[in-house]
């Protein structure tokens, strides 16, 4: 079960119409405004909640939104909203807007509502469809990738101080990287259908604690590049790494009591129940997980104990004598293909 983290989907803008700021020499630019207008209307009134069009057929018309007017305007008024902001992002009245006044800054935040939908899209199928929900993370990591890349940095030099982390190319880095540990996570869903060994399903486990830890490292060292950041994504970051780290761990102590080796076992499940016991999941759908780890580790070490305390009677290592438990192997990304298309993972002894 993957944990749900719907905030970067929640987006919301004010109206922009293109063609009443936009002079056009000749009737066809003035349609092509027209349409571009028509287009975000839709976007407009799907993540504002005045929409009658659902949201897969909103997510077909955002395909393909762009335009070749670059220029620095004031007229427009485009105003965001910064789910992923702290209390900045948050007035009494409702949701604040953050304003910059550059179409760079709409076709940043366009091409991050665009990877939060495919996001959320990945999830929505994830009961269905492994397979596609894998897909859709690894897309949807892409395009937070090529807008840190290639779409957000010209912006960063003309960012108002008081600006929302979504606009910036750090934290649309996080989200890449969020996305890849999501995929990964995905990728176990479908090696645990196929029987895979334990061993690799702990090692792939471990990769995705390497991903969260790697996105966490991003939030911090970032931290100048925006006014405040949600205290939700951190935790979020930090109670799925957890989580898998348990789950990674759970595999090793079960390949060694394959060779029969209780006391180490035990010492593992101990360590990993201490460390799940230590977290208070914020979020109500982040409980589930958690109590169902609960249970899960609890049970295996109830059975260890007493397969131990009456046949093989080991005497479990202290924390700092236990074995690596990151499955003694890295688990690393093959080169990255755009758009996240195609991405796949080796595993490097």
Known sequence: ????????????????????NYYAR??????????????????????NGSSKITPAIAREMAGGITSPILQWTTDLAIRWTSPLSGSSGKLFTGPKYFRVDDLRYELGMTFFLYGALQRELAMEVLSTDIVEAGALFRRASGIFKHLAENVLPPLQPFLPPDRGPEATASMAAVMSTICLAEA???????????GTSGSLL???????????EEASLLLRTSAADWTDVSDKLRKFIGVCSVLHES????????????????????????????RVQSVRPSEEVWKLPFRQELDTLRNML??????????????????????????????????YQPFGLDREFIFVT
């Open 1 to 20: 079960m993957l944990l749900r983290y719907q905030e970067p989907v929640k987006l919301k803008t004010k109206r922009v119409v293109y063609e009443e």
């Open 26 to 47: 000749d009737s066809g630019t003035l349609e092509q405004l027209k349409e571009l207008s028509t287009k975000r209307q839709a976007f407009e009134e799907s993540i």
């Open 184 to 194: 990964q996570a995905v990728t176990i869903l479908k090696a645990e259908e196929k």
């Open 202 to 212: 702990a090692k792939l486990h471990y990769g995705v604690v390497q991903f969260l």
């Open 247 to 274: 789950r990674s761990q759970r595999y090793i102590a079960a390949e060694y009591t394959k060779v029969e080796s209780f006391g180490v076992a035990i010492g593992i499940l101990r360590y990993s129940l201490s």
């Open 302 to 335: 109830r059975k260890a104990d007493h397969e131990n305390e009456f046949i093989w009677r080991e005497k479990p290592p202290r924390v700092d004598e236990l074995p690596a438990l990151e499955g003694k192997q890295i688990v690393q990304p093959i080169a």
